[in-house]
């Protein structure tokens, strides 16, 4: 049962333009989410992250909107740029005596020059 | 710079052949965490330690351990690795265990096992 899901597994964007990244769950006692950047033969590198009590955190170029209520986030990056390439994990944590992060499966995000 | 190291990057192993991948942290953080990340798969949580104190997930199999012997390092022992134990070995540490505490990751180690 996969509690955290990106459907997307690829996104093409124009350089410049908006990149925007979705992760859905199931879990409705989540209340901490992050995103995690990763290039090849690298690993996961924290990009931004949101609490249950917000709907919205900027870090520049990047945005994590958070609808509770339909349960699910969203990643947005303006304007993309092509460093921005790279694959984008959704994480979950917060469940009730846990610790853990629950990861997505992950959207390879292409910004084309 | 303050970092998360996995040692060695590759690793190429035998069919039932045991076999050891480490892990350091120059952060000082209290908690280590090793993930299998198959591909196109979500990284999966093994076990964490939190300082000395182990803490297995309740479907890694008995094949996989660890060990912490300081602050700084950890191994993943793969006592007799099978073909599906092929994957990419994520080592992480946080400064605790609160849902918060965000998660450093290293490299990555890629097992194939042969």
């Known amino acids: 049962d996969q509690q955290v899901k990106q459907n997307s597994p690829s996104l093409s964007v124009q350089e410049g333009r908006i990149s925007i990244l979705n992760c859905d769950y199931t879990n409705s006692m989540f209340d901490y989410f992050l995103w995690y950047k990763k290039y090849p033969a690298e690993g996961p590198t924290f990009l931004i992250s949101i609490s249950s009590i917000k709907d919205k955190n900027e870090d520049g170029r990047f945005t994590v909107f958070l609808n509770k209520s339909a349960k699910h986030l969203s990643l947005h990056i303006v304007p993309s740029q092509p460093g921005d390439s790279a694959v984008y994990f959704c994480a979950a944590s917060g469940s009730p005596g846990t610790y853990k992060y629950i990861f997505g499966t992950g959207t390879r995000l292409k910004v084309l020059a | 710079d303050a970092m998360v190291i996995q040692n060695p990057r590759y690793q190429v192993t035998q069919f039932g052949k045991p076999v050891t991948l480490s892990c350091s942290q120059t952060?000082?953080?209290?908690?280590m965490y090793w993930y299998q990340q198959k591909s196109s798969q979500a990284p999966k949580l093994l076990f964490h330690?939190?300082?000395?104190?182990?803490?297995n997930e309740a479907d890694t199999p008995d094949n996989f351990q660890s060990r912490r012997p300081n602050t700084s390092f950890c191994f993943l022992d793969i006592r007799s690795p099978g073909l599906g134990d092929a994957a990419m070995y994520l080592c992480a540490t946080s400064r605790g265990l609160a849902g918060e505490e965000t998660q450093y990751f290293g490299p990555g180690t890629r097992l194939l096992v042969l």
């Open positions: 952060l000082n953080h209290n908690v």
């Open positions: 330690y939190y300082d000395k104190d182990f803490n």
